[in-house]
């Protein structure tokens, strides 16, 4: 009796789950980023805090968090954040990823799973 052991190669199948999956976790940690940020922003009118944006980048497998050039007058984002002068800074930003950075590796573990 002869054994016969056949193997299949299904890369070229799984790879792309793989790039889904990890485009949907850095569209989560950027959300999830970019509420908390929002959350921390002052707010007089709302426009700052109703300016954040994330956006994933799939070519470089990224994500960019942040208020887009433009969607405020000057570079008001950047003077809240880092202060001037005059201004303490609030780090609306850096303080949203520092509270978030320990869940990261879950949410792409978890969306891994899922792929």
């Known amino acids: 009796m ?5 193997i299949t190669n299904n890369l070229d199948q799984i790879l792309p ?8 976790a850095l569209l989560e940690i950027g959300v999830t980023v970019r509420g908390d940020a929002a959350l921390n922003s002052p707010v ?4 700052l805090r109703d300016s954040w944006v994330a956006d994933v980048n799939e070519g470089d497998k990224s994500v960019t968090i ?3 050039t433009g969607a405020l007058k000057g570079d008001y984002a950047k003077y809240v954040e880092m202060g001037t002068s005059k201004q303490k800074p609030n780090h609306m930003l850096q303080n949203a990823v ?7 590796p879950e949410i792409i573990k978890t969306e891994m799973k899922n792929a």
């Open 44 to 47: 007089r009118t709302g426009a």
């Open 2 to 6: 002869a054994l016969e052991i056949r």
């Open 98 to 104: 520092n509270s978030r950075m320990a869940d990261f």
């Open 17 to 24: 789950l793989f790039d889904t999956a990890l485009s949907k």
């Open 66 to 68: 942040g208020v887009p």
